[in-house]
């Protein structure tokens, strides 16, 4: 089983950028397929960006769409989250997710694995 802990979670202003990492642990992290969703206060959880074994290969949601960008390091066992010029709506608790193979986890259903959650708070 593969375990997912999210770091660089915080309070930031309006048009500021953040960093989050997940690090990674349990089975070759090379196989897996991994994502990055946020749940907003109230509402359900969401789909951002996700990325290929590889790296080679990215998606993401219209929301954040030129704003964040998803990398991972292989070597590191780790994938990241840069996430630029933050708005008050990016305010979420945000997740990591792994899926294994090549598809994508682009939705809930598609996850195997989760992260605990990092809070990302944007002052107006």
């Known amino acids: 089983q593969m375990q997912l802990v999210e770091s660089g979670g915080g309070l930031v202003q309006t048009g500021g950028s953040l960093r989050l990492s997940c690090a990674t642990s349990?089975?070759?992290?090379?196989?897996?397929?991994m994502g990055w969703f946020r749940q907003p206060p109230g509402k359900d959880r969401v789909f951002l960006a996700a990325?290929?074994?590889?790296?080679?290969?990215?998606v993401y949601a219209d929301s954040v769409k030129g704003r964040f960008t998803i990398s991972r390091d292989n070597a590191k066992n780790t994938v990241y989250l840069q996430m630029n010029s933050l708005k008050p709506e990016d305010t979420a608790v945000y997740y990591c997710?792994?899926?294994?193979?090549?598809?994508?986890?682009?939705?809930?259903?598609?996850?195997?694995?989760w992260g605990q959650g990092a809070q990302v708070t944007v002052s107006s």
């Open positions: 997710a792994a899926r294994f193979g090549a598809a994508l986890p682009t939705a809930q259903s598609l996850v195997a694995y």
């Open positions: 349990g089975p070759p992290f090379l196989g897996y397929s």
């Open positions: 990325i290929t074994w590889s790296g080679g290969s990215t």
